[in-house]
């Protein structure tokens, strides 16, 4: 099964993204820049998934980018200027080989043609620093589905140690699932199906699930996500990522330090909103140590 390498969350600047999410208990890493003219302040996972809050660091370099074609900023412009922020704008996989991935979504008609490969500096909590370099492919969604799937491919040999922003504060261990709201077409169920390599499987009326390794792929309807998330979305349209669900092992805990921003507190399952006035939600699970 193939591993969810991280989720992207554009925002609308770096210090807002962190500000949220330092107030509902996460460590978040140093800033980090793209050549492109986006950066992050990523959040970090003990299972090795992250999630990558975005925002626009350098307009020139951005607009630069994509007037060459950069595939990973034309994707990231197109969302900025149809969404509210903060929202989930993209899925990536892990992968060992993403040209290989590309091209099977080609033989589909689903593949993107060119290819992003660029280096960034890690810098640790403790000063150090690295070089990391990725290689990332991009799926051709459909035009009803809200977000961008694309491979990820890590072509730096060391592993940076991360173990310090790993530990977070809401007790959080690991990415459990991805939440998808809305009906699934035949080309983005063909899409899901190409890209993750499984089939979705029904678990009860309105919810389809596709295991991933570590982690799932949730399709649940309008109606299933405002009763099980308390999210209900302004526009029902099509397929988007509506949300992420987070393990802990202890909910109290995890109560106490996301503080009173909550949209839904359910035995075993606390969710917040990503702002105040969005959709966009992250779900607290209570899970076994």
Known sequence: MRPIDHVVLPFPDLPSARSRLEALGFTVAPDAVHPFGTGNACVFFADGAYLEPLAVVDHGAYGDALGEGNLFVQHD?????ANPLPAFSGLALRSDD?????DTLAEHGLGEDGVVEFSRDLVSPDGT?????FRLTFARSPADFGATLFFCQKLHRMAPDRAALTCHPNG?????????VG??????RLLLE???GVLPTAEGAGTLRLALAESALEIVTDDIAAERYGSCRKDGRGLVIAGIVLSVTDLVATRAAVGSAVLSDQPGRLTVP????????ITFEETPA
């Open 77 to 81: 412009a197109a969302f900025r200027s």
């Open 183 to 188: 009906e699934v077409s035949p080309a983005t």
């Open 172 to 180: 959080v261990t690991g990415l459990s699932r991805i939440v998808l």
């Open 129 to 133: 620093s690295a070089t990391l370099s």
């Open 194 to 196: 190409s890209a993750s």
């Open 274 to 281: 990503l702002d105040a006035g969005g959709s966009a939600f």
């Open 98 to 102: 993403a040209l290989v991935d590309r």
